[in-house]
């Protein structure tokens, strides 16, 4: 008959028993028997109430994502013939973007024979966002060409830091273009581009 190596629900050692007293155990607390190292030899197996457990477990983690500092990526796309108004309309976005503690992507996009003057026409849009923005901001990437695109990367300057609700999101780019019975848990521990400002 297999053979577990039993921990309590204090976590006191019980020894090896059988697969079948184990849960007797189990079931004489109204508790759940929870293996959790399946590799070991014998397998260890704890006696515990599973469904709180989880619930502690849960509560633990939306605890450590609310503490958890969010800084996304956001990108702003223009042309090098992109006019005043639209230009200084993406400088707004870029603006509350760095106040909310996120860095920036702006990128200028050549089409044709844009390309002839790439270098110069765009790095004259991004000075003039740079310029516009330098008070919140500082350059994390300077200004180069990456194909048929021109771009640079900026960060918050004061680093204004939000943090994460129920959910934590990962850094990245938005372009604004039972009791009783034995369970197998995988997490249990040892026994010892929606597109904005176009």
């Known amino acids: ?14 020894g ?22 399946p590799a070991a030899a014998p397998p260890v197996c704890r006696i515990m ?20 500092t969010v800084i996304q990526v956001k ?19 870029i603006r ?3 106040e ?13 024979r844009e390309l002839t003057y790439a270098s110069q026409s765009g790095f004259e849009v991004l000075k003039h966002v740079l310029d516009a ?15 048929k695109t021109m771009m640079m990367v900026v960060s918050p300057s004061g680093q204004k830091k939000k943090t994460a609700g129920t959910q934590a999101v990962a850094s990245g780019q938005r372009s604004l273009a ?8 995988q997490d249990l521990p040892g026994p010892a581009e929606k597109q904005e400002g176009k």
């Open 1 to 14: 008959m297999p053979e577990v190596r039993l921990v309590g629900a204090n976590n006191e050692q019980m």
């Open 16 to 37: 090896v028993v059988s697969i079948n007293e184990a849960l007797q155990r189990a079931r004489a607390l109204d508790l759940d028997l929870v293996e959790v190292a």
């Open 49 to 68: 109430d599973y469904g709180k457990f989880k619930y502690t477990q849960s509560k633990r983690e939306q605890e450590a994502r609310k503490k958890q």
């Open 75 to 93: 990108e702003i796309k223009v042309r090098p013939k992109t006019d005043d108004h639209d230009l200084n309309v993406k400088i707004k976005h």
């Open 96 to 98: 509350r973007f760095l």
């Open 100 to 112: 909310e503690g996120d860095k920036v992507k702006v990128t200028v996009r050549f089409r044709g």
């Open 133 to 147: 923005i330098g008070d919140l901001s500082k350059v994390e990437s300077s200004p180069k060409m990456e194909g």
């Open 178 to 185: 039972v009791g009783g019975s034995a369970k197998q848990p």
